[in-house]
């Protein structure tokens, strides 16, 4: 599974981005898909995942309610629409995938597959 993951930038506080992310390789509907995100000198972090028909999602609670997960498997593609922006959210941002049908998995660990990375930074 190859993963491309795309959308990021600068933005203001308050502001909004759109990631995508777009798999290849495999079947995508047997995938779950997750974003995670990894500040400065930080671990790594858990901030969405979702089941493989796109139906089920999981949050973390620092994003729930600003983030929102989805995905087209028509498209191959997997999209976390961000609002509400915050200075704090300022990381590179990954997507992940795994062919398993825990979608509540929020370990790294937990997904086999990663894109490469994508910036996002938000201004005070």
């Known amino acids: 599974v190859q993963l491309q993951a795309s959308g990021g930038g600068l933005v203001q506080t308050g502001g909004s981005l759109r990631l995508s992310c777009a798999a290849s390789?495999?079947?995508?509907?047997?995938?779950?898909m997750g974003w995670f995100r990894q500040a400065p000198g930080k671990e790594r972090e858990f901030v969405a995942a979702i089941n493989r028909s796109g139906v089920r999602k999981n949050y973390a609670d620092s994003i729930k309610g600003r983030f929102t997960i989805s995905r087209d498997n028509v498209k191959n593609t997997v999209y976390l629409q961000m609002n509400s922006l915050k200075p704090e959210d300022t990381a590179v941002y990954y997507c992940?995938?795994?062919?398993?049908?825990?979608?509540?998995?929020?370990?790294?660990?937990?997904?086999?597959?990663w894109g490469q990375g994508t910036l996002v930074t938000v201004s005070s």
């Open positions: 390789g495999d079947t995508f509907s047997s995938l779950v």
């Open positions: 992940a995938a795994e062919q398993s049908t825990n979608f509540y998995n929020r370990s790294p660990g937990g997904y086999s597959y």
